[in-house]
């Protein structure tokens, strides 16, 4: 995911703020990760990575994110970023810092 940040009319502002899985794919493309890889390949090339997970800029390490994946094998870098993708929205929703946010958390629906 991504989104455009608030322009402030300077032009060394970022195009777009990266965070959950787009900011993965931004680490794999800049790493040397082959697929296809194991889950502990992943971990030792990006497990350090501090991924945002929510527009408002809070991360968490890529390490903490694979460790509630159950599978451990990767065919392709899509297959990898599509397990990531639920992790990350159970985070942006249950971590999110507004009100309506820790509502919604505990609702069972």
Not at 19 to 33: M, N, P, Q
Not at 54 to 65: F, I, P, Q, T, Y
């Amino acid at each position: 995911m991504g989104m455009r940040p608030p322009s402030g009319g300077g032009d060394d502002e970022p195009a777009s703020i990266e965070f959950g899985i787009a900011a993965v794919d931004a680490e794999l493309k800049r790493s040397e990760l082959a697929f296809p890889a194991s889950h502990a390949e992943v971990e030792a090339t990006l497990g350090d990575a501090e991924i945002p997970y929510d527009v408002h800029g809070n991360a968490v390490s890529l390490r903490e994110v694979l460790a509630e994946l159950e599978t451990r094998e990767f065919d392709d870098r899509q297959e990898l970023l599509n397990a990531l993708h639920p992790v990350f929205e159970t985070y942006r929703e249950r971590r999110s810092g507004s009100m309506f946010a820790q509502i919604r958390a505990l609702l069972p629906f």
